[in-house]
């Protein structure tokens, strides 16, 4: 098994459970590209749950939704296109449990607009598992500046995890910032 098929069956599922993650879920994957995490949430949240993974990329969705087929969790994901918007208005008002913002900060110009979208589909309480992929492209997030700006929108950082997360098609150790919706 290689390290990619042991992410998404075995160490994607366990790292998700220790930062939260829990069966009968519904988690928003955003920028979930070609599945490294909307796979293993699948299996996580299992059919009482729901993934909804978006991504503004249609070769990566589609890529997600083979690896989805694949591995038995297509009827636990739903799969959805946001060309660039960040409003997230598809979803409903305080629907999901949590969100996952992994390796895509760094792509978001507006993270007002998008801390509010997610402040109001999250439930209160809700996760928001935040990775500022320190090792990517194109820029490191500021950590500083995440955090005053989710606080801003009411979320307050609960913890900060460390573990060994997947970037494209690599391992490697990395923060998760865990927040809680207001």
Request: glycine letters at 10%.
């Amino acid at each position: 098994m290689g390290a990619m098929e042991l992410w998404l069956r075995e160490s994607g599922p366990a790292f998700l459970r220790t930062v939260g993650i829990r069966k009968g879920d519904r988690v928003l994957d955003f920028g979930c590209g070609p599945g490294g995490y909307a796979v293993p949430l699948a299996l996580v949240v299992g059919p009482e749950g729901r993934v909804v993974a978006v991504d503004r990329d249609a070769a990566r969705l589609e890529s997600l939704e083979e690896r989805a087929v694949e591995f038995h969790v297509r009827d636990v994901i739903e799969v959805r296109r946001t060309d660039g918007s960040l409003a997230l208005d598809r979803i409903d008002e305080g629907s999901l449990d949590a969100a996952l913002l992994f390796d895509v900060l760094q792509h978001v110009e507006d993270w007002d607009t998008l801390f509010a979208s997610l402040r109001r589909v999250l439930k209160s309480g809700g996760l928001m598992l935040v990775n500022p992929s320190r090792c990517s492209h194109p820029g490191r997030v500021d950590v500083e500046r995440l955090n005053a700006r989710l606080t801003a929108h009411g979320f307050a950082l609960e913890r900060i995890e460390h573990g060994r997360v997947m970037h494209y098609d690599f391992l490697h150790e990395e923060e998760i910032l865990v927040f809680r919706a207001p």
